[in-house]
């Protein structure tokens, strides 16, 4: 486990306790159960060696980096945007969490997951093109080929590894990209012959969140949006809870 400061294990600990005081109901976007939840996860996962040792990173290097408190807060931060959308995926079409893997080890969902992230609201995805040409070499392929390489970069990230969507929520897809020599044309290949196995109404669903319609970017923008706002909740408690503290400290010197 990477040594943490006293005052960074406090602070973690504080912030899990205040958000699960924290009344349950949505705030303004935020679910704060799933917030909860995510945020419990990411705390135990994302700053610990043993979390990159299972996927065989060097975790000399890692430590190195998340001793910088700075490092920390952005690994937290990733951690919580990654899982939150995630989970706002899955919530919103459940049956992707049954539909097994592109490769093994390697989920479906968390590709089509970390797509629905990386397109951006004016992307021309072509997703559909891509899948109907089956070609992925072709043009109508260039723009999910960009974004399968762009997600399934992973040893090569240097200290900003922490930014990947598939680490931070699934840790065998990492282990399965570099079983097959981290070929992103590969993951699409796969990608693509595991969409064609979905029934008709699941491929109209996906296609709903990672087509080129508005409807498509709109979905895309809000679970977007909802995630940018729970982190945001997460650090406005947990800055909270760092000036009670603060505030308690000045009135015991007090003595009140």
Not at 68 to 86: D, G, L, M, P, W
Not at 185 to 192: G, N, R, S, V
Not at 222 to 228: A, F, K, L, R
């Amino acid at each position: 486990m990477i040594n943490f400061t006293v005052k960074s294990l406090i602070a973690l600990v504080v912030t899990s306790s205040a958000l699960l005081l924290t009344p349950m109901k949505s705030d303004a976007q935020v679910n704060m159960n799933r917030l909860v939840q995510v945020a419990k996860s990411c705390q135990e996962d994302i700053l610990s060696s043993n979390y990159y040792k299972q996927m065989g990173f060097d975790t000399n290097d890692i430590d190195y980096y998340l001793k910088k408190s700075s490092k920390q807060q952005e690994a937290i931060t990733n951690c919580i945007y990654s899982r939150y959308h995630y989970s706002l995926v899955l919530t919103k079409y459940p049956w992707l969490d049954s539909t097994g893997e592109i490769l093994p080890g390697y989920l479906g969902s968390v590709v089509a997951g970390s797509l629905a992230s990386v397109f951006g609201s004016s992307d021309k995805t072509s997703i559909l093109d891509c899948i109907a040409n089956q070609d992925v070499s072709s043009n109508e392929c260039s723009e999910t080929r960009s974004k399968i390489s762009r997600v399934s970069s992973f040893k090569h990230m240097d200290q900003y590894w922490y930014t990947s969507y598939t680490i931070n929520v699934c840790p065998s897809c990492v282990v399965a990209y570099d079983e097959v020599s981290g070929s992103q044309t590969e993951i699409l290949k796969a990608f693509i012959k595991w969409f064609l196995t979905l029934d008709k109404t699941q491929r109209r669903e996906l296609i709903s969140l990672l087509g080129d319609g508005d409807q498509a970017r709109e979905l895309r923008l809000v679970i977007i949006s909802e995630s940018n706002t729970a982190v945001k909740k997460y650090w406005e408690v947990r800055q909270g809870v760092q000036e009670q503290q603060q505030e308690r400290r000045r009135q015991e010197l007090l003595g009140n």
